[in-house]
């Protein structure tokens, strides 16, 4: 794999409305964000992300633009943008935006001049079509993808979100170039990088036709389109060689896509060495269990054994040549420990370690979101009037169609929401929690009175203090070979409840023939195999029956009958461990890094 400067960085996610507010107005903003740069620093970021801070109408919560060169007023100014990236800059950060242009808002220009001559060239920036041409797909957020043009009967829109995030047609080029010249004057204005919103969705079938109902509405998900393109129209690859081609690869930016669905083939077309980016999510575990039939029908809570088969399979597709940007949550998805820890656990700052541990040190470029570093848990939403989301209030509407009681399709959509991310952070115990001096725009986790990050930053033993552990350890140049560069090599799986896996450094470059500048790298590397081991069982885990042999294999040294429990007892260093000893059991959703010898 080449290198390239971002493989070794650390990137945070933030939801600028429930970061930060600064001015008093319940809503987060930039000069919020800039306050709390510090702190962003003080957990070893590298990178951050911001989800849009545009002009928007906020349909959906800012990923519909209105204009793509503009802050929205809610946020700031250009002048506040333009100062958070020369303070992080000054801090050694940089910022990623998000870049939402499957679609724009239907109150951006380009819609309003199709609107107003659909025959004339904005008419081609969108997918119209005859009422009697369109098709049965079902937009992601309910209802049928296609909507009249205002004013127009005789034409529809197409949107797979929602009725007011119209699609951009990427098949013109005229189109393209508004984007890259977009996308070039952020880039050129010191942005680091970008991450790439809904971006499978460019690419359409034409011409549209019906797909086979997935729902008793007749409709099928927008999504089979999707991989229909994939199939058998090429796909999003063109269009993506031109974009990095014309945008990214000249500024050298990070890149990071919202892919889903990229199957083994594929993946290297997206993030292999000549690929479209420099990374894309893992969404392996998110989307586990999850069925388009909808919420009600999807798996509420993983068990940690299929929670680490699938990470390990992702592993595996990564190989040692793609690096998968690893997460456990987003602003769309319930908060990690929630959703991956089980019930008992959910609640336990030791376990909220223990999963912090095993993601974070997995190979690819480890994502925090927003107070995922304090073990920020799912909202008990007590009535469907606390949520804003529409795909949250879609799903809602959609259960109690299929027959379920309100307080039922409460409980389910309690589980998915995403709002259950995007709760105001908790900075203290304060009234409204630090966040703001007023009522913020979405409701504050009643948690926040125990789970914030003031109190945090007092005990060395909180989840925060084990993030900075964990970058502290990610960022020591001893291990990056291995952490950074190394493979992974999955071991002791079939014991239910137990993620263990290996890291092993990739060879120094001395170590691979005909390599030039094999002094360059490695020097104070320490090249030794480096083991994670996590129980996510509630009891302790005797690691006595367990045999020492794969790891000697790592160490390529005579196989003995040695125990790991005694191997690791005795000879192993410990890098890190969320309790304070380890005695060779491992307590329950005790996690201990060792380095081998
Ligand atoms: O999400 C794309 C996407 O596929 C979502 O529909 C996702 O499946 C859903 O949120 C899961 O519940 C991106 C953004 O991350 C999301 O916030 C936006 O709403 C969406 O694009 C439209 O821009
Ligand atoms: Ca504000």
Redesign the pocket.
């Known amino acids: 794999m080449k290198k390239q400067w971002w493989n070794n960085k650390i990137f945070y996610q933030i939801y600028p409305k429930s970061f930060c507010d600064s001015n008093q107005d319940g809503i987060g903003d930039l000069r919020g964000i800039i306050s709390k740069l510090d702190y962003i620093r003080s957990l070893g970021v590298d990178l951050i992300w911001l989800s849009p801070v545009y002009q928007s109408p906020f349909q ?1 919560q800012g ?1 519909d633009i209105s204009d793509y060169y503009a802050i929205d007023p809610c946020f700031g100014t250009m002048e506040d943008m333009d100062e958070l990236i020369a303070e992080a800059k000054k801090r050694d950060m940089g910022i990623l935006m998000d870049l ?1 242009v499957n679609h724009c808002s239907d109150e951006h220009l380009w819609f309003q001049k199709c609107i107003q001559d659909p025959e004339g060239p904005y008419g081609d920036y969108f997918y119209l079509s005859p009422p009697h041409k369109t098709n049965n797909l079902r937009s ?1 957020f309910g209802g049928s993808v296609w909507s009249p043009l205002p004013g127009h009967p005789e034409y529809q829109y197409l949107h797979m ?1 929602d009725q007011k995030q119209p699609d951009l047609n990427w098949e013109n080029k005229v189109l393209r170039e508004e984007i890259f010249k977009m996308v070039n004057w952020w880039l050129d204005k010191g942005l680091a990088g970008f991450r790439i ?2 971006i499978m969705n460019i690419k359409k079938v034409l011409p549209f036709h019906d797909y086979t109902p997935d729902r008793g509405d007749g409709m099928a998900s927008a999504s089979v389109m999707i991989s229909d393109a994939e199939l058998t129209q090429g796909g999003v690859h063109a269009f993506l060689r031109e974009l990095n081609e014309r945008c990214f690869k000249p500024h050298n930016a990070v890149s990071i896509g ?1 892919v ?1 669905d990229a199957d083994g083939d594929k993946l290297r077309m997206f993030i292999g060495e000549n690929g479209h980016f420099s990374s894309m999510f893992d969404f392996a575990e998110t989307c586990f269990g999850k069925d388009r039939a909808g919420w009600h029908k999807s798996l509420m809570q993983i068990q940690p054994d299929d929670y680490k088969q699938t990470v390990f399979q992702a592993q595996a597709l990564a190989g040692t040549d793609c690096l998968f940007s690893n997460v456990i949550e987003n ?2 998805e319930p908060r990690g420990v929630s959703h991956y820890l089980q019930e008992d656990a959910s609640h336990d700052p030791q376990a909220k370690k223990l999963l912090a541990c095993m993601y974070y040190l997995l190979r690819g470029l480890p994502f925090i979101y927003q107070g995922q570093e304090l073990g920020m848990e799912n909202m008990d939403f007590t009535s469907i009037d606390q949520i804003n989301d529409i ?1 949250t209030l879609d799903e809602y509407q959609n259960i109690l169609k299929e027959g379920y009681a309100p307080e039922e399709a409460l409980r389910i959509v309690n589980a998915f929401s ?1 709002d259950n991310a995007r709760t105001p952070m908790q900075w203290n115990s304060d009234t409204f929690a630090g966040f703001s001096s007023v009522t913020p725009w979405l409701p504050l986790n009643p948690n926040y009175t125990s789970i914030n990050a003031a109190d945090q930053e007092k005990d060395s033993a909180s989840v925060l203090h084990f993030y900075r552990r964990l970058a502290a350890l990610r960022k020591d140049s001893r291990y990056m070979d291995t952490l950074v560069y190394g493979s992974l090599l999955p071991v002791y799986e079939e014991v239910p409840g137990l993620m263990a896996y290996l890291r092993m450094p990739e060879p120094a470059a001395s170590e691979i023939q005909g390599a030039e500048n094999a002094e360059t790298m490695g020097t104070k590397s320490e090249r030794r195999p480096i083991l994670v081991l996590g129980n996510f069982n509630g009891t302790p885990l005797a690691l006595n029956q367990l045999p020492a042999s794969p790891l000697r294999s790592a160490l390529s040294a005579a196989q003995t009958d040695f125990s790991a429990e005694r191997y690791l007892q005795t000879q192993a260093d410990v890098l890190l461990n969320n309790y304070t000893d380890f005695d060779g059991t491992l307590k329950p959703y005790q996690a201990v890094v060792f380095q081998l010898k």
Do not use: L
């Open positions: 959906d990923y939402v992601y979100f919103d809904a919202e889903f602003h769309d795909n995403r």
